[in-house]
């Protein structure tokens, strides 16, 4: 079979050992070869044999006696779980004859991987896109969204200005040849993450524990990750489902505020794809935490082993998780600690990405602490794994609660355009129901304009 087809469906994403097998014998053998176009059929969260990527925690590492699960997003084409959704919103777009090869230019808005995933995503399908992001992000980020040869449209400030990305997205995209993946308000992402990644969250804990997830965390960015709680809870309704903010920015918690340098998360807004119904906590992590986690990980190897980490078990985390992976393991013991979860429960986070976009972070810490030596990062690590705890939780399940979720939402959305009836109708299940459907219909779109090509 020498044609490429048209790319994958969401059940192939969740399952693609459904995948045609010549084409899915292409696509594993393609995986050194990140620019070949058959790599969209490498979009999910499983190894070549079948197998969710996941890490189960050491206990000596969180401190807690509950198995903390971790799904490892870095072995996505281009490194991270973002390129589903950003492959998804366009594939949405050509069913739909909105986005048309040869004619339109992608907009991707992002504080980063999400653009990496544009970039990428645009570059195996042939169009040319722009990335719009703020211009304090680290290097590592701006380099590859460049190497996939997207052109960036940077906007001041950082994580917490995001707003500013945007404004400048709603401004470009009255250009009539230009196409917004809009993560934030657009619902291929929420479907991608429902189906795709909460059905894989489900999978991942078979065999571990009870068999059931008691929590599931994520920091939203665009909250897309989060979505997954909306098929956890369908199959274990007790889970609880928990949004991370940096303690430094909580717009859910405290409306908005500050900056801090969890890159991925804490965008100072409730995103439109955000369901808030099934968010059931709101947890604060400091960003520093984050930033001094992901240094111990990499690179306290001394310190892990003394507690009981061995250098096998230290060399296969080091490179597995970013600042905001870490963001989510923090807010995972947190949960753990509040709930008073036993051996028998498992929480599930996620890992956006792998260390290899961080480098730079861990240089500009290096500048901002005298040292990081081995007797510091020991402190380190009790104060930010040990002694994590229940501080800065918030119980969003009470009306109230809820009430001020879509008060913030309002806040941000109605300026861009969207109606007070449309904001509403999110205001219940049966919204995120149909919506979630869709990816049946999708499905065999693709599947039609594949069969054509």
Known sequence: MNKIPFGPTYEEMLHPNKIEASVRNRALHAKNDELDPINLFNINWRNDEGEINKIVLPKALTGVDCNIVV????????????????????????????????????????????GIGVAYICNLMKYDSIVIMPDNMSKERYDRIQRYGAKLDLTPGTESDVILTLERTFELKKIPNYRALAQFE??????????????????????????????????????GTLAAGDAIKQVFPEAKIVAIEPYECSTLMNGGRGQHRIEGIG?????????????????????????????????????????????????????????????????????????????????????????????SVLENLETRYLETVDFVQKRWFNDIFMKANGEDI????????????????????????????????????????????????????????????
């Not at 008073?340 to 429960?345: A, E, T």
């Not at 399940?397 to 969207?418: I, N, S, T």
């Open 267 to 359: 965008d100072k807004m409730c995103t439109l794809i955000h369901n808030i119904l099934n968010t059931d906590f709101v947890c604060l992590v400091k960003d520093d935490d984050a930033v001094r986690g992901l240094k111990i990980i990499h690179d306290g190897k001394h310190v892990l082993n003394e507690i009981g980490i061995s250098d096998a078990q230290f060399e296969t985390m080091r490179d597995l998780f970013g600042v905001s992976g870490v963001c989510n393991i923090l807010g995972a013991i947190k949960m753990a600690k509040y709930l008073k979860l036993g051996d028998q429960d498992n929480v599930v986070t996620i890992a956006t990405d792998g260390f290899d976009r961080y480098p």
């Open 186 to 223: 657009l619902m291929p992402n929420y479907r991608f993450h429902r189906h795709v990644t909460g059905h894989s969250a489900i999978e991942s804990i078979q065999g571990i524990g009870n068999g059931r997830i008691a929590c599931f965390t994520s920091a939203p960015g665009s909250a």
């Open 71 to 114: 799904l490892l997003g870095k072995y996505f084409p281009s490194g991270s779980h973002k390129v589903g959704p950003a492959y998804s919103t366009l594939i949405e777009g050509c069913v739909d004859g909105t986005i048309l090869p040869g004619k339109h230019t992608i907009l991707g808005p992002s504080t980063g991987n999400f």
């Open 394 to 453: 918030v119980d969003y399940r009470p009306a109230v609660q809820k009430e001020k979720l879509f008060h913030q939402k309002e806040l941000d959305w109605l300026k861009f355009g969207y109606s007070q009836t449309y904001l509403d109708a999110m205001r219940h299940p049966a919204f995120w129901e149909a919506e979630y459907h869709k990816v049946m219909k999708y499905d065999e779109q693709i599947q039609k304009m594949r069969d054509k090509k």
